[in-house]
C-alpha cells in the first residue's frame, strides 16, 4: 500500500484493518499455544513471532515466546521479550513480571527475582494467590528440576 493511501483510511478503516490483524495474531497464538503444549517450543516461538508481524503490540504474545525461551534455557531471549512488555506495552502485566523473576532465578540473580516479585505484588495486590501459586509451582518446578540434575550428574 502507497503511502498516500495509508494517509487517506478513515478512522473506521483503521478498526476494521486492526480487528482483521488481531484476528489474525490471535489464530497464531492459538497455533502456538497448541504447538507449545506438544513441547515444540521451536515452533512455537516461531508462530508467535509471525503473529507479532501482525499485532507488535501484544503483551500475550511477547510473554508467550518468552516462556517458550524459558523452556529452552535461553533465558537471555527471554528477558528482551519480557522487558519488552514491561518497558514499552504493560508495566505492570503480572505475568512478565513472574516469568522474568523465574528467568532471573535461573541465572542465579536473586535480587533481579526479589525485586521482580515485589512488583508483581505492588502492581497487581488483586492477584496475590495467583502470584503465591506461581511461586509455589516455580519453586517445585527448580526443585525437581535440580534434583534431576543433581541425578544425572551422580
Known amino acids: 500500500m502507497t503511502f498516500m493511501r495509508q494517509i487517506d483510511i478513515s478512522d473506521e478503516e483503521r ?3 486492526r480487528r482483521e490483524r488481531l484476528h489474525i495474531a490471535t489464530s497464531f497464538r492459538r497455533l ?3 504447538e507449545y503444549r506438544k513441547t515444540n517450543y521451536d515452533q512455537a516461538i516461531k ?3 509471525q503473529g ?3 499485532i507488535v503490540d501484544s503483551p500475550v504474545l511477547y510473554v508467550n515466546r518468552s516462556l517458550c525461551y ?3 534455557r535461553e533465558y537471555k531471549r527471554a528477558l528482551i521479550d519480557l522487558d519488552y512488555v514491561l518497558n514499552q506495552l504493560d508495566s505492570n502485566c503480572v505475568q512478565a513480571l513472574l516469568y522474568k523473576a523465574g528467568a532471573l532465578k535461573r541465572m542465579n540473580n536473586e535480587d533481579g527475582f526479589e525485586e521482580c516479585v515485589a ?3 505492588r502492581y497487581n495486590r488483586s492477584k496475590s494467590e495467583y502470584i503465591d501459586y506461581f511461586l509455589d509451582k516455580m519453586r517445585t518446578d527448580f526443585l525437581k528440576s535440580s534434583h534431576v540434575t543433581q541425578n544425572i550428574n551422580d
Open 52 to 54: 507479532l508481524n501482525y
Open 70 to 72: 524459558i523452556k529452552k
Open 119 to 121: 512488583n508483581a505484588r
Open 47 to 49: 508462530l508467535y513471532s
Open 15 to 17: 478498526k476494521i484493518a
Open 32 to 34: 502456538g499455544n497448541a
